[in-house]
């Protein structure tokens, strides 16, 4: 008889938000009224329209595709030339870092990116992971199996853990022990705090010295308004040769449901053979595209580069503020409430305590039963995040001033 990969059995419940979904529609089902009234600020899912520059630019690619001179078959698997070159240009170079075209690989979203890496390092390596975590970091080591089994708190063996707690500012300390491979979140999901660029020399200085690959996912880097606070690692020297990006158009161009985002994998960064000779990492990713994937869309690519013009940039700009806007009504709300907030200044999170004596998922209770509100429980983000729970300002601005009004009712 055939094999199953027996580490996908490892896996606990189930992810994060089909668990949310289930509860949620468990208690719809069983009550219409509270259905009428639920407000979903649970799942990070962009809510307002897609730009107009946006728009424009995906009519204008469906109708060059209607004709013989301008279809497209399949495209560059890494992405066409005119995106990558707009991505590294805008993102990067105008910016002062160096980020060649081809070190840019687009792709239908950074979860995908975040758990597809993998393929290009060994099963050997030690990895550390922030607790709170993105679930996705920790569940796809699960399945390549690269972990132990999980414990009852949901903490896998074999995997290092960073806690990151209100006493470090939700940044973790720098590990005493060696590690190869390191995930960062920043802005971060789920807390919504951010990484000063002092915090982030000491990642990439701790990096350079083992050897070792940090993963920075800067899905949220749109977000951040204080100056001072980095939007890539590559703005930190020496990342270049230690470093992979994620970014995303999910969250600042609302392509959550298009599906478009990229990786940077820069030319200088080396691993080890398992002979102990040191190899670039970027032609494997390479490889690794051409062999496992046929690329984004024509029609999507040409969308995601209408993000980058003039018009493009305002809109986004625009979304940031709907969104940051929330993000400040919400947590002047739970702080109302006598709640202890963090996050969600440079990040669309709010990071809250739980009330003395309730866990994370008697609080999502709470907001489900009484208020027909849904928010994320932090412990399904790993066990530092028991006791904690996360509101999305990911919504319409009258939903969020209903939430606002809800929450002082409950607490
Ligand atoms: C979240 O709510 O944490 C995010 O929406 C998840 C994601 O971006 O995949």
């Known amino acids: 008889m055939a094999q199953l990969n027996s580490h996908y059995l490892k896996l606990k419940a189930g992810y994060l938000f089909p668990e949310i979904n289930r509860r949620v529609k468990a ?3 069983a009550n219409p009224e ?7 600020c649970g799942i990070g899912d962009v809510t307002e329209p897609l730009p107009e520059a946006v728009r424009e630019a995906l009519h204008k690619a469906v109708d060059e595709m209607g004709t013989r001179s301008g279809f497209r ?15 590294a240009e805008n993102d990067y170079r105008s910016k002062g870092l160096e980020v060649a075209d081809d070190e840019i690989f687009v792709s239908d979203g950074s979860k995908c990116d975040c758990g597809n890496i993998l393929d290009i390092f060994g099963h050997d ?13 920790v569940d796809t080591n699960v399945m390549a199996g690269h972990t132990g089994e999980g414990d009852d708190k949901g903490l896998y063996s074999g995997l290092v853990y960073l806690p990151c707690n209100a006493e470090n500012g939700f940044v973790p300390a720098i590990p005493k022990e060696k590690v190869d491979i390191i995930y960062l979140c920043y802005p971060n999901n789920p807390t919504g705090t951010v990484a000063t660029r002092g915090q982030l020399e000491a990642w990439v200085a701790y990096a350079l010295a083992n050897d070792a690959v940090i993963l920075f996912d800067a899905a949220y880097e749109a977000y951040i308004k204080d100056s001072s606070i980095p939007h890539s690692i590559y703005e930190i020297p020496g990342a270049r040769r230690c470093a992979i990006e994620f970014r995303s158009f999910s969250k600042n161009g609302g392509f959550t449901g298009v599906r478009c985002a990229f990786t940077v994998v820069p030319k200088d960064l080396l691993c080890t053979t398992s002979s102990g000779e040191k190899k670039p990492l970027h032609p494997l990713w390479n490889r690794r595209f051409s062999t496992k994937f046929n690329g984004v869309g024509y029609i999507t690519q040409r969308g ?4 980058y013009s003039p018009q493009g940039k305002e809109q986004v700009a625009a979304l940031v503020e709907h969104y940051m806007g929330n993000a400040a009504i919400l947590r002047a709300a739970a702080a109302k409430c006598g709640l202890e907030t963090f996050g969600g200044e440079n990040a669309p999170y709010i990071w809250v305590r739980a009330p003395k004596g309730s866990s994370s998922w008697d609080v999502f209770d709470k907001m489900l039963n009484q208020a ?3 928010i994320t429980p932090g412990s399904g ?3 530092a995040g028991e006791g904690y729970f996360r509101i999305s300002a990911f919504n319409s601005r009258a939903n969020v001033e209903e939430v606002a009004r809800r929450l002082s009712a409950v607490f």
């Open 304 to 307: 995601a580069e209408a993000l």
């Open 381 to 383: 983000f790993g066990p």
């Open 34 to 40: 509270g259905a009428a009234r639920l407000i979903r």
């Open 372 to 374: 027909n509100v849904v």
């Open 125 to 137: 390596n030690r990895i550390a992971v922030m607790d709170p975590v993105y679930p996705v970091y």
């Open 73 to 87: 078959g399949y495209g560059p698997e890494q992405g066409y030339e005119f995106l990558r070159h707009a991505i």
């Open 27 to 29: 208690f719809t089902d």
